[in-house]
């Protein structure tokens, strides 16, 4: 017999309320590839109409209304549990209605809402992660570095990602030229056309390196919008406020050799290389002296762990390494 899978039917099997029969179907219906987009649509429809906690907040509000509307100096606590009367007395009745109306609403409309509509693919300090996205573009992500994929339509109605951290794109040209875009939380967007790309976004500063193809970056400088074309071989940094430095780099597959667990220094500064190990270890490295940090490391050096990147730096500038915790002392020997 067949059975058509509704949206009622998947309903009622998320409720605990399909039959025995209904499972069996659903439970070989959701195994093919073509159903599990419309598997989630019908999942997140659902836990939206019946949250797994949900609170009365017409109740609560009309509870604290009838305090905020009191006026004599001795509003009747009674009609409060012990610990809302302690919480409520610090503020006045109205704007702490008014403050638990909006919590309320932020928890139940956005907290769920990122978990459903993306797929966070997600490293560790030291961890690097190859992933190959729907559409069979090829992603690596460097670590401490997350990139949110949506659940639905990707590849069909838009190629649309978030990336925080660092990460390599080798993107697939599509037969409707359907434009890959890559969006950070600098606020700078790459938008792509099957091409081959570096992307860093952190804290200080973001950077793109283009090693193939053409790359369009948006970019927003003050409250003026930009644009600018990128050709292969450009290097493009943005400071903080998302100020633009162009630069030729001969050997752009330099920046995404940490993908083998290479490190290529040129010119950088030990100050810069502190950076370098909070940002892909979680570590706290401390410099003695200005003059110390100032000093700069030229090569290329394999390491796999912070230890021995570590290592090989304190051995090139004979420095004494003192290490508690996840705090990194180094000083002159």
């Known amino acids: 017999m067949n059975i058509e899978i509704t949206k009622e039917i998947i309903f009622n099997y998320l409720s605990g309320r399909a039959s025995a029969l209904q499972k069996r179907m659903i ?105 190959t996205l729907s559409d069979g573009t090829q992603v690596t992500l460097n670590a401490n570095s997350s990139l949110e994929v949506p659940r639905f339509g990707f590849g069909k109605k838009t190629r649309q990602v978030r990336l925080a951290g660092e990460a390599n794109f080798t993107v697939t040209h599509t037969v409707d030229n359907q434009r890959f875009v890559v969006k950070t939380e600098k606020g700078v967007e790459v938008v792509v056309l099957g091409t081959e790309f570096s992307v860093y976004a952190r804290r200080k500063e973001a950077k793109v390196v283009l090693n193939k193809g053409k790359v369009q970056l948006r970019y927003q400088v003050g409250k003026t919008q930009k644009e600018l074309m990128m050709k292969p071989g450009e290097l493009v940094t943005f400071d903080q406020s998302n100020h633009l430095k162009k630069e030729i780099t001969d050997q752009p597959e330099k920046h995404t050799a940490w993908k083998e667990h290479r490190f290529v220094f040129d010119d950088t500064t030990l100050e810069e290389f502190v950076r370098i190990m909070a940002d892909n270890y979680g570590l706290k490295v401390i410099i003695a002296d200005d003059s110390l940090a100032q000093r700069t490391l030229v090569g290329s050096f394999r390491a796999n762990n912070a230890d021995e990147l570590l290592e090989i730096v304190s051995e090139i500038f004979n420095l004494q390494i003192t290490k508690v915790g996840d705090t990194v002392l180094l000083t002159d020997k």
């Open 27 to 131: 439970d070989d219906w959701v195994k093919k590839p073509e159903n599990e987009e419309l598997f989630y649509k019908w999942l997140v429809e659902y836990e939206c109409q019946n949250p797994q906690y949900s609170t009365d907040i017409a109740a609560g509000l009309d509870r604290f209304n009838q305090l905020a509307n009191q006026v004599d100096e001795n509003p009747d606590w009674s009609i409060l549990s012990e610990s809302e009367a302690k919480e409520i007395s610090r503020f006045s009745w109205k704007w702490w209605a008014i403050a638990a109306s909006i919590i309320s609403v932020l928890v139940s409309g956005w907290v769920y809402q990122d978990a459903f509509l993306y797929k966070t693919h997600r490293t560790e300090f030291g961890e690097t992660q190859t992933i």
